[in-house]
Each structure stands twice: as C-alpha cells, then as structure tokens.
C-alpha cells in the first residue's frame, strides 16, 4: 500500500486527485495500492481513519475540498501524524519570504515524509539544503512539474550531467509570451496585463509571471540539477513590466521580437532572467501560446533544443503521477517494497 497525503487541492491538486483514480492500476501492479490518508488546502482539510474513499476523492477531484466534503480545523502535523509515505505538494509559489511552502517541505522531509511537488518555492530558495536533507534520510523529492510541466525537462538535463554543459538559454514564462504578444499586436502593456489575468492566464500578482520570478525559479532548478548551486535570491531578475510599448512594437518592425530569456551561464555560474532581444524567426522568437522552449549548448559545440508545452493542470498533475511511478520504482529497487 501507497499512503499518500494531498497538499493543495486547486487546479493541479484536483487533476492529480483524477490522474490518481485513473491510474491507480498501475500502482497496484506494482503492488502499491494508493491510499489518500487526508487532504490539506490553506484552511483546513479532511481524514479519516483508514483510506479516504473513491466516492469522497471523485467529489474532490470534480468541487475541490470545500465543496465536496465538510472541512476539518487540521493542519500539516496532523496528516503528518498519520504517517504518509509520500506528500503530493500542489500549492501556490511565495518567493519573497518561501513561506509557509519552505517549513512546509522541511518538516515533511525531517519527518521522512517523500514529496512530489508542482511548487518551485523550496527548490528554487533551498535546493540543495532540501536535496542533502532529503539524501541524507532516504527520503524522494519529486519535482519535474517545476520545469515546463507538461515537457518533463528536467529528466533530459539529469541525462545530460556525464556531459559537459555551456549554458542553457530558455523562455520558460508562456505568460510573459502571451503579454508580450498582445503588446506587439497593439494593447497597451497595463491592458494586456489585465486581460492575462482576467483570463486567469496571469497569477493575479502579474510580477510572479512578468516581473521573472517565475522564470527565474525555474532556471534555477535547472541549474541545481546540472550541477550549478544557486538560489533563487543569487538570479539576475528584470522585469518585463517596465518595458516601454514602443520599443516592443519596433522591435517587430526590425525583424527581433523582445522575450523574456531566461539564460544559465554554467562557466561563469551565472543565472539571470531579462527582456531581450531575439530573432523573430529564430527558435525563442517563434515560441508562443502555452509553449516554452530550452536551447541547451554543450561544450563540445552541439546543441539541443526542446520545445513544448508547459501546463496545463491535467498535463502537469500526470507528470506528477510519473514522479510517484519512479518514487516507487526506486523503493522496489532498494528492496524496501
Ligand atoms: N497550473 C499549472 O498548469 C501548473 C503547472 C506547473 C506548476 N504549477 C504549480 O502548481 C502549484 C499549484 O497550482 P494551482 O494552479 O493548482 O494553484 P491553485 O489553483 O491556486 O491551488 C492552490 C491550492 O493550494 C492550497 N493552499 C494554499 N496555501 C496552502 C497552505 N499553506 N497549505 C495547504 N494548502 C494550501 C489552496 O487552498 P485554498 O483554496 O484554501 O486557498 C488551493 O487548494 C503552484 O505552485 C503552481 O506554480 C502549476
């Protein structure tokens, strides 16, 4: 049996509640029946004694927590208490301070709780604390929904780490495409913005998205997993919202459109997101929609592109069902099944 405990149950934390009704099968033939123990939003959440049931985890993937089922006054520690082999993590980013997403994953992993995670929060502030924490006590850290979601990245850039890596040069906000679009096609840059959120493209707080932070946490998790230990507070972040409208604008009419580009300078060990100037035609001037796109440059002068998309909730919470698929591949294989 699989116990698992949900934290977070908006659009990831519902469609992974699906994903995981979906595919329980293939658990099971794993001989790891999953089994929710509890499910935990910002205020308050729901257990039981045993499993919750199919019946009340159907409700929960289609209305969420607060309109399937009568929420409790509980807390991390409690779901803790019931002891969980594993924590799917799907709540909100906080950059400024990282909390309560920081406290959240350290107590899961000092607890010996695994996690597989969508929020970039701890990974991006305290990579490598919470990957030696995590080494340290056995414990699995899921994150490859951090990066690209719907594109799993980040398993290509484990693949490449016997190789010798230059630099990676990514636009990773489809966001920030979106606006910057609509810019170019005329919109005023505060419109633009406002339609982004009133679409529920944009995070209501648009300078997550266009102000790079966003962006930025995901080179970051790049970085660290290629072998560069920054944080998110080392990254040179400038924001798209400062941009003047006209300059967007001519850039077009000079054959450049102005991306967000994320870039990893792996000999210089330096990260940073900016606006920037590219080749419309080129392969970060092209991308667009809810697509993003990596250049990975290798020091023996070949390269690697990867374009797809990022998102949405369905893509990223199945990308999340493969991170428990290995979490339990990898307890078989150390014959602790
Ligand atoms: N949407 C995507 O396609 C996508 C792709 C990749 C990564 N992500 C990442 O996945 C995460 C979740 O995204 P989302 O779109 O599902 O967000 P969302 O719809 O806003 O849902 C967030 C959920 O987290 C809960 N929550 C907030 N603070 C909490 C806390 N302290 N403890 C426990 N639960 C808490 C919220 O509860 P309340 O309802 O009570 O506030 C809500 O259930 C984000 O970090 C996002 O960046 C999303």
Known sequence: MLRIALIGLGNVGKAFVKVLLAKAGELAKLGYEPCVVGALASRGGVMGDGCLSNKLLAELADKGLYGATEVRSIELGDLISLNPDVAVVAIPPSY????????MYRELVRNRISVVTADKTGLALAYQELVGEARARGVYLGFTATVMAGTPALPLLRGLRGRSIDSITGVLNATSNYVLTLVEGGLPMIDAVKRAVEEKIAEP??????GGLDAAAKAVIMANTVGLPVSLRNV??????????AYIRDAVRRGVRVKQV???DL????VSVKPMEVPAGGVLGSVSG????????????????????TGPAGATAEVMFSDLLEYVELRLMMGKG
């Not at 707080?205 to 266009?210: A, G, V």
């Not at 697509?291 to 440059?297: S, W």
């Open 96 to 103: 400024r301070t990282g909390e309560p997403n920081l406290s």
């Open 205 to 210: 707080d648009p300078s997550i998205d266009l």
């Open 236 to 245: 040179e972040v400038q924001s798209l919202l400062n941009l003047n409208e």
């Open 262 to 264: 994320a870039s990893i």
């Open 267 to 270: 000999a210089k060990g330096r």
């Open 290 to 309: 809810n697509y993003n796109t990596l250049i990975i440059r290798l020091r023996d002068g070949n390269e690697i592109t990867l374009i797809g998309p």
